[in-house]
């Protein structure tokens, strides 16, 4: 429970939580208790999704989401962090880390709290298509409030940091696209997290097309163009 707690202090005391990793406050409890936080609310989420096809799906996907969340920062991290030492920053390894994961974690949090609307559709619509297109959208919108908050938190962090400051913003713009561009490539590589209502039971499918084209061919069929 007490890593739970640092989640609750993240939602609760926001700025105070920047104000702790800008000045390096017990870093490494805030990134272990965020990491556990985060794979337990992912895999609760995971779960929900992944029982829209099969017990064995909603195991695997409750492993597979928090895998996707957490590769996607692994992948992502020696990027942000060398190019902002690059250009001036002086914020450590850990700092970086830290910021990062209160990002996966209010993403986590926020998914956590849409599980029961998406259990409520899964438990109450046969339509296939139009559950995996309502749970794309909550992962965007949790994607976009969570980079968002990452975004001002690396302002904030940047504010003693005056040398190459501009530098460093136009390059996290650019990292932020990399990373919501590797994390939809990456999730499409680890699906399947729905799985096809009575399709035999899949842990990873070929890598043929892409997920935007998968998102419109899902469109098409819910509005009927196929």
């Known amino acids: ?32 208790g ?81 599980a029961p609307v998406s259990l409520f559709f899964l438990l109450t619509t046969s339509d296939y298509q139009f559950y995996k297109i309502l749970n794309v959208v909550i992962f965007a919108i949790t994607g976009f409030l969570g980079i968002k908050f990452f975004y001002e938190g690396m302002k904030f962090l940047s504010e003693d ?16 696209g990399l990373y919501a561009f590797v994390g939809s490539q990456l999730g499409w590589t680890l699906r399947p997290f729905f799985g096809s209502p009575g399709a035999p039971f899949e842990l990873f499918r070929n890598r043929d097309g892409n997920f935007y084209l998968d998102i419109i061919q899902a469109v098409s069929n819910l509005l009927g163009f196929d």
Do not use: H
Not at 11 to 28: N, P, V
């Open 161 to 176: 940091d005056r040398e190459g400051k501009e530098i460093r913003l136009n390059i996290l713009r650019f990292w932020l």
């Open 1 to 32: 429970m007490k890593y739970f707690s640092v989640v609750m202090e993240l939602l609760r005391e926001r700025q105070q939580f920047l104000e702790d990793i800008r000045q390096g406050s017990q870093l490494k409890y805030k990134i272990l």
């Open 34 to 114: 965020l990491l556990i936080s985060s794979a337990i609310f992912l895999a609760i989420y995971g779960a929900i999704i992944g029982a829209s096809s099969s017990w064995l799906q909603s195991i695997f996907s409750a492993v597979k989401l928090p895998a996707l969340y957490l590769l996607t920062l692994i992948i992502c991290f020696p990027t942000l962090y060398f190019f902002n030492v690059m250009f001036g920053s002086k914020r450590t390894f850990e700092q970086f880390l830290a910021l990062l994961m209160t990002t996966m974690a209010l993403i986590a949090v926020l998914l956590f709290g849409f």
